[in-house]
T-cell receptor, first 110, second 115 residues
């Protein structure tokens, strides 16, 4: 079963705009991770935020975590056409086992 | 960086045949690997956890006899889809856990099409 739900399911923006997507989860977590998947490919790890962290940055990515609301957001700033992909949040519990959210399909139009 | 190799990337087979998918960690040892299944435009669903030297742990609803997992070495896990049927057609992805940097690395996936 899926732990997280992502919102929106799909997002279409112009190059240069920011893209924001949200993830909600249900149970307690050790960490939350965001992954990117290009069509028909495997997943690439983007960023991990631990349960005791509230915000983390990596390049054009900004992730927030609100454990009281059991939610996280991923912001991609100054988007590029190459950012077109599906983005998944995943929550980790014991044993490094990840449970993935439903994903957000992002289309960045040039 | 660490790399996980998954092979084949695409396979087409006839109904009733068995298909083996390999997942290799190329530059690190992985005692734990995971197998996922993904339908078009959907998320990844964990099928099983592959443990080196012991039996795999399957998620609820996943048939052990249908999806055979073998993790015979620290760098290789295999998933065999036995007696494949069209409903088994899907995208299968493996991942391997690297203890040293606490990261999961994913294979590039296998698109299985059963005719």
């Amino acid at each position: 079963s899926q732990q997280g739900e992502e919102d929106p399911q799909a997002l279409s923006i112009q190059e240069g705009e920011n893209a924001t997507m949200n993830c909600s989860y249900k149970t307690s977590i050790n960490n939350l991770q965001w992954y990117r998947q290009n069509s028909g490919r495997g997943l690439v790890h983007l960023i991990l935020i631990r349960s005791n962290e509230r915000e983390k940055h990596s390049g054009r990515l900004r992730v927030t975590l609100d454990t009281s609301k059991k939610s996280s957001s991923l912001l991609i700033t100054a988007s590029r056409a190459a950012d077109t992909a599906s983005y998944f949040c995943a929550t980790g519990a014991a044993g490094n086992k990840l449970t993935f959210g439903g994903g957000t399909r992002v289309l960045v139009k040039p | 960086g660490a790399v996980v190799s998954q092979h084949p990337s695409r396979v087409i087979c006839k109904s009733g045949t068995s298909v083996k998918i390999e997942c290799r960690s190329l530059d690190f040892q992985a005692t734990t690997m995971f197998w996922y299944r993904q339908f078009p435009k959907q998320s990844l669903m964990l099928m099983a956890t592959s443990n080196e030297g012991s039996k795999a742990t399957y998620e609820q609803g996943v048939e052990k006899d249908k999806f055979l997992i073998n993790h015979a070495s620290l760098t290789l896990s295999t998933l065999t889809v036995t007696s494949a049927h069209p409903e088994d057609s899907s995208f299968y992805i493996c991942s391997a856990y690297r203890v040293t940097n606490e990261k999961l690395f994913f294979g590039s996936g296998t698109q299985l099409s059963v005719l």
